[in-house]
């Protein structure tokens, strides 16, 4: 994706979040959060839970913060994935602060599977997960040399993303909107890292 396309999908992904927010400010989003939550809590399990806590727990900070210290400290990886990645996660998780302030919506009124606090919209683990695993996944995808492994990892990220935000859902601490919400905070939040992280021949020429 080239920058102009990158800083346009930004823009657009931004205006829809604040559209989605007064959806969910507004209650028009409460039917549609009532249904996926009573189709989920048909689905619970000993196991399917154990797999949800455990997929929810990687979404967190003693997972990202390592990651980032790592991508930061190899120097194959440290200026075209490090810095960029850390920068996404730094701006996504303040905010996510900021936007959690701002709209003030409380989490789902029903029996969580895990205790959480505060703010419900929108999801940290939606946005962050997609602005940092996302955003090193599309570097990688942009930088790396072989086809299948670059497809594979982008392939799996967004996979791990995608469960990050059903975890939240089943284990009943964000409601459906608020996952959504994230996503489309995060999916801002990535494309503008993208459209101002150098592409591979700018990389190439300042090595």
């Not at 989920?40 to 980032?68: D, E």
Request: hydrophobic fraction near 55%; charged fraction near 10%.
């Amino acid at each position: 994706m080239g920058k102009k396309k990158a800083l346009t999908l930004a823009g657009v992904l931004a205006a829809l979040f604040a559209l989605f927010g007064v959806a969910v400010l507004s209650g028009l989003t409460v039917g549609f959060d009532a249904f996926v939550f009573r189709a989920f809590r048909g689905l619970l399990s000993p196991v399917a839970t154990a797999l949800m806590i455990a997929v929810s727990s990687l979404g967190t900070w003693f997972v990202y913060v390592p990651a980032a210290i790592v991508l930061l400290a190899l120097p194959q990886t440290r200026q075209a994935v490090g810095m960029p990645a850390a920068a996404a996660l730094t701006l996504s998780a303040g905010l996510n602060v900021l936007l959690k302030l701002a709209y003030a919506v409380g989490r789902p009124g029903i029996d969580p599977l895990v205790v959480e606090t505060g703010y419900g919209f929108p999801s940290g683990h939606a946005m962050n997960g997609l602005a940092f695993v996302g955003l090193t996944c599309f570097l990688y995808h942009r930088y790396g040399v072989n086809a299948r492994r670059k497809r594979g990892l982008l392939a799996l990220g967004l996979a791990f993303v995608l469960m990050l935000g059903v975890s939240r859902v089943y284990l009943g601490v964000h409601s459906p909107s608020d996952v959504l919400g994230g996503f489309l905070a995060g999916g801002a939040v990535l494309s503008l890292a993208l459209a101002l992280t150098p592409d591979a021949r700018e990389v190439k020429a300042g090595a």
